[in-house]
């Protein structure tokens, strides 16, 4: 096979596409589940033409003509674009893109785009499939025909009889006690289940609720819980929610790293290995997150469970009096598997810095009791730098709680008013450089977006920007955030949807044991796989290995192709908040 490594030779890149009977070859790039009548409508052509004009063509008739701009190489492949801006056209129907020029190849006209719709609500199904994948994520309860379609299967792993590992023990606690923590999410592509990944997916969806309660209040993803008087979003929450309870030892109000094999399961069906189940050894991150989580969520839950929301502020308060005690205690597996048996092996999230996960508890146990203790160590933490969240980085989730509250008292002015200018100045810096883009999209502005888990990146900037808008209502936000949407659903240099089970091409094989061991061809639906990733750290042969275009969609290729619970969930936030916004008409006019 050859390397790509100057340029991104368009005929090896359909032999390597041909072999999936899903997908259809075109050199232009769009979203695939297509465009609101008023918002901004771009489409990319990412080889040469010889004409510059392109037509919007609805059955045999030509709607709508334009110009392509001018050509441009992208800075992370030799992908060369133009771009076909077709905002003006705002009918619904169903069209494609023609664009003149283009020779034939294998009698593929390649000037032509997939058939793409623009109509209203046009992410509906793509915010219910986001949020529908975390019930194929759940652990120990079967997944039922009725609800789960072909993916049905049995219950995964009961989780009844978890050992404390050897690095976990206590006096209370002693090696091998057996303890029961039933519930929650597979994490990834693996059947462990991990606090630290839990903490910045839960703080997530939380925050896509409250930012939005009326919208996700109705929106319903057909689970067991859809008929009860609880939104579906929460009831999601909730499955993984009572699970983290059962990890807090409630001896000390610490909190596991993880429930977790000693090593990872092979390619099976949940539940049919049955190696033991260990909770490992209590960390400062993961107690924190823990408690930023249920605080957040003791707030949330009131009206609809209270004796649950009771529960959760308990928690929180006693982990963090734990964490007070313990206040820089990283998980280090490497280390505890040098003096404890067995060693553990699966994804250790061993973060070593703890000042934004103390803002983001201490930002969620304020606004849950205005207590101020808590307000006090944020503002001890408010010299610290903010940047996107992710996993081992949780403090703007404190700084987007504290904007969305109401009625807070005098003395935080101060506090808020700085958060609401470090966020709208990290968001104005996307937003200045997204035309540089060679696919005019917010994401990939540096080399630094494509990293492992480069997708949740372009999600978190689109939350991040919804943010902004949110503060300003400047309609700038709005379009910014609507690029990463429209790169994750296939305006990149792929050619994919990222989202399985969305658009015409979109992965296959994901590396997810379920979607690989069930001997269904389609996968698991609803999972945002981890996107483009140089490093390639799974070792798999990629047949492209630029920045942009270092994806493959192979079952093997964790270090790309996997998907992951807190990459889901900023995808959740961003299809379904651009839903609840409801994009108004005479959104061009305005713009």
Not at 238 to 244: A, E, G, I, S
């Amino acid at each position: 096979m050859l390397k790509n490594k100057a340029a991104l030779p368009f005929l090896l890149l359909l032999a390597a596409l041909s072999g999936h009977a899903q997908q259809t070859v075109t050199t232009i790039q769009l979203n695939q589940s297509g465009f609101y009548p008023y918002a901004p409508k771009v489409a990319v052509v990412t080889v040469p033409v010889s004409d510059p004009h392109f037509y919007i063509i609805k059955d045999r008739d030509t709607v709508f003509r334009g110009m392509l701009s001018e050509e441009k190489t992208s800075a992370w492949s030799a992908t060369k674009t133009r771009i076909a801006d077709f905002s003006a056209w705002t009918r619904p129907g169903s069209y494609r893109i023609y664009v003149s020029g283009v020779q034939p190849v294998n009698s593929a006209s390649l000037g032509d785009s997939r058939n793409f719709i623009i109509g209203n609500e046009i992410h509906h199904a793509v915010g219910i499939a986001s949020l529908k994948g975390y019930y194929y994520q759940r652990s120990d309860m079967p997944l039922e025909e009725r609800f789960a379609g072909k993916w049905h299967r049995p219950a995964g792993h009961p989780d009844m009889q978890v050992l404390v590992h050897a690095g976990a023990a206590s006096s209370s606690r002693p090696v091998g006690t057996v303890i029961a923590t039933p519930g929650g999410w597979y994490d990834a592509g693996d059947y462990n289940k991990y606090i630290v990944n839990s903490g910045i997916t839960m703080g997530t969806l939380l925050s896509a609720y409250e930012d939005y309660p009326d919208y996700f209040k109705q929106l319903k993803t057909n689970i067991p819980e859809s008929t009860d008087a609880i939104p579906d979003i929460l009831n999601e929450v909730m499955y993984n929610l009572r699970w983290m309870l059962t990890m807090q030892d409630p001896a000390d109000g610490g909190v596991y790293n993880k429930c977790t094999n000693a090593a990872f399961d092979g390619m099976v069906m949940p539940g049919v290995t049955k190696a033991p189940r260990y909770v490992v050894a209590k960390g400062t991150t993961a107690t924190l997150d823990f408690a930023a989580v249920a605080a957040q969520a003791a707030r949330v839950l009131k009206p609809f469970a209270p004796q649950l929301a009771d529960s959760c502020s308990k928690a929180a308060a006693k982990a963090w009096a734990w964490a007070k005690q313990f206040p820089a205690l990283a998980y280090d597996q490497d280390k505890l598997n040098k003096m404890y048996a067995p060693a553990v092996t699966t994804g250790p999230y061993g973060d070593r810095y703890f000042s934004d996960e103390w803002l983001w508890a201490a930002s969620e146990l304020y606004l849950t009791t205005r207590d101020p203790q808590y307000f006090e160590v944020v503002q001890q933490h408010m010299s610290d730098k903010i940047k996107l969240p992710d996993w081992a980085e949780v403090s703007m989730l404190g700084y987007y709680s504290f904007l969305r509250s109401k009625d807070l008292p005098a003395n935080t002015s101060g506090t808020v008013t700085l958060m609401r200018t470090r966020v709208l100045e990290l968001a104005n810096t996307y937003i200045e450089r997204a035309g540089s883009s060679a696919f005019r999209t917010v994401m990939g502005q540096t080399a630094r977006d494509f990293i492992w888990g480069s997708n949740s990146v372009a999600a978190n900037e689109g939350v991040l920007l919804l943010n902004a808008y949110r503060l300003t209502r400047d309609r700038k936000y709005i379009d910014g955030a609507l690029t990463n949407l429209d790169y994750l659903l296939g305006r990149n240099a792929t050619h994919y949807s990222f989202l399985t089970g969305t658009g015409t091409q979109s992965p296959m094989h994901p590396h997810h044991r379920p979607s690989i061991a069930d001997g269904i061809t389609d996968p698991v639906p609803g999972l945002l796989v981890a996107g483009p990733n140089p490093g390639m750290q799974d070792k798999v042969r990629y047949e492209f290995t630029a920045p942009e275009t270092a994806y493959i969609d192979h079952d093997q290729a964790y270090a790309s192709n996997e998907i992951a619970i807190n990459w889901n969930a900023p995808m959740v936030y961003l299809a379904n908040a651009i839903e609840a916004l409801k994009l108004p008409a005479g959104y061009v006019r305005k713009h």
